[in-house]
DNA sequence: AGATAAAAAGAAAACGTTTTTTTAGGCGAA
DNA sequence: TTCGCCTAAAAAAACGTTTTCTTTTTATCT
């Protein structure tokens, strides 16, 4: 194999000690040595092994972050905050997706019990709460994105509810009251936190709650322009829409623009994550923004933390997010 | 610390030696004993620590994939392959971005250096071709969706020449001959490879090549936007425009739109990759489709071979793409 | 019963580091 | 001179496995 400590130490006359020492530089090792031991690593080409390093020290220094999939666009920002938090630090940011198979992300999160990682960031869990809980106990494990109600856990995030709430607030502003929702019938704790700022934003306006008003379909682009057809097509259909996220959001205003909606006047559409379409397609999406940078960034921090405290902090933190008006809703 | 192997073995009255030979299902243990030391294992609630077991047998079954960055949607699609082709082997794929920085890169490309990882997959490096040969001599690595022109190593790929000949090609059977070409200032490979299917097409068909017609930009919308009004603003416009992706071909069409262009008759658009969007967005775009899922799975599979073997392979694999014809052309 | 082979299991070495413990010199103070 | 202290470096232990080498036990054949 490779060149190892050993041969260094063997080829400038030293113990395998002083390399290390040198490697890690300890202040008990004279100058010269330094500078020869450097000298023979370069001439040798060596290279440290961190499975020997990881198993002494055992830590690695490298934290996993687990999703569902890559093709959500704004995860790449969460990643970038990630990365540039662990990097500060030393540390390392890998991703592995679990494309939405419960068994394989938990397989994902025994790298956490075979220390193949020094903690885990989960962007979406698909197990029981009461699962990460008892893995949270042992392990350094954050959630990020999404909340999970009844899970002892390290949490970053934003406040859905009072998202949902404002951007149907926004809608009622406008003077509209009737208001459709389009979300999704998969219950993540992000869309029910959602719906459950329509409702109190209704409430708070006095406007009663109509169960007819309320489309439930998958994450899709079809799943939007399905929603907005049955909205639509209802007695009293509604004058506004507010959709858990853009691309569902997209989608119902694919199905207005087909039908001749005058989209920001007649109907009036908000939608959830202000993805990069949301300014492409046209007209411009009105949306809920995140901070998704500073969501990354802040959770591999704590985690960091964690890591290396003995007293975990199980905080839930959550980040302010803000309304983007754009020609959908009129503005 | 957690339970090792260590103390399985003294709870359950063996040798350290016995229970490893338990945990890697060896043949010459007794089922008795193979029943007890499991017993014990389940009740202890032990977990092979990877660390220990990786430095001894000098693997990871970890294969790191290196991506500039997770938003572009097809990479989904690759990583989905590459993970069945590696789950299936007993591997695990990792994910590391390097947010389009070419030192990060290079760190991320010294796990191989330091054992963490078996191999390392490139989705569009950014290295000298130099660099990764050398890389390649004494490590196991691999290329994906991009060549690199003079580069000793494992790629896996589409002919980028060829589909962007079949994509113009297709654009003059529909009778045009003024076609406009939107392409990146980056000299990505694929982009010059495209750039170069359009020129062979349009020299197969005798049609001079005409610099005016050619706008390099930016992998952005906005650039296919800024690009298609230049284009259309040229004293003798083009009737085609053949972007070299579909982000870009959008930002095109939407300038069109803006312009009140008929598209799919007065000018047609042809786009690469297939992404989510092209068919979402109206009108639906024609263009390249390539196999994004089969890439992955065949990068995967030629890695771990190289992995296991002495003699690397390190043949270019091209899989054939595909033309998806849409309204953008009048289909 | 005794010899021999096969099976099961223990002991110890090995993987490549870091860290703790020892050792060896050098130097100043009593 | 002797003692202790400091610095530099070596030696050895440790991390948790797997694997090789031995030893013990069991089974089989004459």
């Given at each position: ?39 023979v ?11 020997g ?34 990097f ?28 193949s ?53 926004y809608?009622i ?5 009737r ?8 219950r ?12 109190q ?9 109509d169960?007819?008003?309320?489309y ?11 929603g ?24 119902a ?7 001749g ?15 990069a ?14 901070p ?24 839930v ?15």
């Amino acid at each position: 194999m490779g060149v190892t400590i050993k041969d260094v130490a063997r080829a400038s006359n030293v113990s395998v000690a002083t390399v290390s020492r040198v490697l890690n530089k300890h202040s008990n090792v004279s100058d010269e040595t330094v500078e020869k031991v450097t000298r023979v690593m370069e001439e040798m080409g060596y290279n440290p092994n961190c499975l020997g390093r990881d198993l002494r020290k055992s830590e690695t220094r490298r934290i996993l972050a687990i999703i569902a999939a890559t093709e959500q666009s704004f995860y790449s920002d969460v990643l970038r905050g990630m990365d540039e938090a662990a990097f500060a630090q030393g540390y390392d940011v890998l991703i592995a997706t679990t494309h939405d198979d419960p068994e394989h992300e938990m397989h994902l999160l025994k790298m956490l019990l075979s220390h193949s990682v020094d903690g885990a960031v989960l962007l979406g869990a698909k197990q029981e709460a009461s699962t990460i809980s008892k893995l949270a106990e042992n392990h350094n494990i954050a959630l990020c994105l999404e909340r999970m109600e009844g899970c002892n856990v390290l949490t970053v995030t934003i406040d859905n509810v009072k998202a949902g709430k404002d951007a149907v607030n926004y809608l009622i502003s406008k003077g509209h009251r009737r208001i459709g929702l389009i979300s999704t019938e998969t219950r993540s704790q992000s869309s029910v936190d959602r719906e459950k700022g329509y409702r109190q934003a209704l409430k708070e306006n006095n406007i009663p709650f109509d169960e007819k008003l309320v489309y439930l379909g998958t994450y899709e682009t079809e799943s939007g322009t399905t929603g907005c057809r049955y909205l639509l097509g209802l007695e009293e259909p509604p004058t506004a829409i507010f959709s858990i996220s853009d691309m569902i959001a997209i989608g119902a205003m694919n199905y207005a623009i087909s039908k001749g909606v005058n989209i920001g006047k007649d109907v009036i559409f908000f939608g959830f994550d202000n993805i990069a379409y949301s300014h492409i397609f046209v007209p411009h999406l009105s949306t809920v923004e995140q901070p998704c940078f500073l969501q990354g960034k802040l959770v591999i921090e704590k985690l960091i933390n964690n890591i290396k405290s003995e007293i975990p902090d199980k905080s839930v933190y959550m980040l302010p997010h803000s309304l983007v008006l754009r020609e959908s809703t009129g503005d």
